[in-house]
């Protein structure tokens, strides 16, 4: 499916999708909010499902943290992938909770031996547990640590080798953690293993300012996504093909064909500027 093009799903679309759908489109949902049994939520993403592929999004799972992973929130995550069987099933490089408190934010990493040694048996645990591949996003962050011995694209690119997981390039993270951190984009993404690439995510950002008064860029999902964002996308896919692309939104929800004309421009982009995929892979190396 290396063509397609998707968006984040919300129950206040399903109406407009089933009457003006995404042509050879998919969709993704946060897998936390369909851990109940049944009801409403499970009713609308089944009527979704009967006609698109699904990407199922982790967003709780804590892979990078100190602790165990919770084995009943596995278990519920496996009933869903079992239930549904979704193309894609990803989640974050990221830690949200610690000594049993969650918090409502995805947290960074130091990029050492240490760290690289749990994320990689917690992504084994996973794919194991869940009996399925999983594909690793690159976190947007804030703040950096001065521990860290190795660069995020070196660190997860060593992950992707040591538990052949794939990996999710959100292109929007890139740009916001590259804006916070006064480095540049590009430079990034020429480091990336954009080999192991297996989905692609877009969104919008927006701007503040910290303390000193220097920009710092939110990774809101909360607007379009911005031109300096579809840039690094064009030059993403014209190195290494039509990689499935997904836009996520997730609060102040536009009208549904705002959000399917993303996707679409998502779509044209590809068809632009993207090589088949094995030129792609070998320009890319």
Not at 13 to 28: M, P, Q, T, V
Not at 221 to 240: M, N
Request: a negative charge; aromatic letters at 8%.
């Amino acid at each position: 499916m290396p063509g397609l093009v998707g968006t984040s799903f919300k129950h206040e679309h399903l109406s407009a999708i089933l009457a003006n759908g995404l042509k050879d489109g998919f969709f993704e949902v946060h897998a936390e909010n369909y851990m109940g049994a049944g009801g409403p939520p499970h009713r609308v993403l089944a009527a979704i499902r009967e006609s698109y592929p699904l990407s199922l999004h982790g967003v709780c799972m804590s892979i990078g943290g100190q602790d165990a992973l919770d084995v009943q929130h596995l278990a519920r995550f496996r009933g869903l992938v079992d239930r549904y069987e979704p193309a894609f099933v990803s989640e974050h490089l990221a830690w949200s909770s610690h000594g049993g408190a969650f918090f409502n934010d995805l947290l960074p990493l130091p990029y050492t031996s240490d760290t690289l040694d749990r994320v990689c048996d917690h992504i084994d645990q996973v794919q194991d547990f869940i009996r399925h591949r999983i594909l690793l996003e690159n976190p947007s962050t804030y703040v950096a640590f001065g521990s860290s011995t190795m660069s995020e694209p070196d660190f997860i690119r060593t992950v992707a080798q040591r538990t052949g997981c794939g990996l999710l390039l959100d292109v929007n993270n890139v740009f916001v953690s590259a804006i916070n951190h006064g480095y540049s984009a590009h430079a990034y993404l020429a480091e990336f293993p954009l080999e192991h690439v297996g989905e692609i995510h877009l969104a919008g950002h927006s701007e503040q300012y910290d303390d000193e008064n220097a920009l710092l860029l939110i990774d809101s999902h909360d607007r379009a996504v911005a031109d300096p964002v579809w840039s690094l996308y064009g030059q993403v896919v014209s190195h290494i093909g039509p990689i499935p692309t997904l836009i996520e939104w997730d609060s102040n929800l536009p009208a549904w064909s705002e959000l399917q004309a993303q996707a679409l421009a998502a779509r044209r982009i590809v068809t632009e500027r993207a090589l088949p995929p094995l030129e792609g892979a070998r320009r890319a190396v």
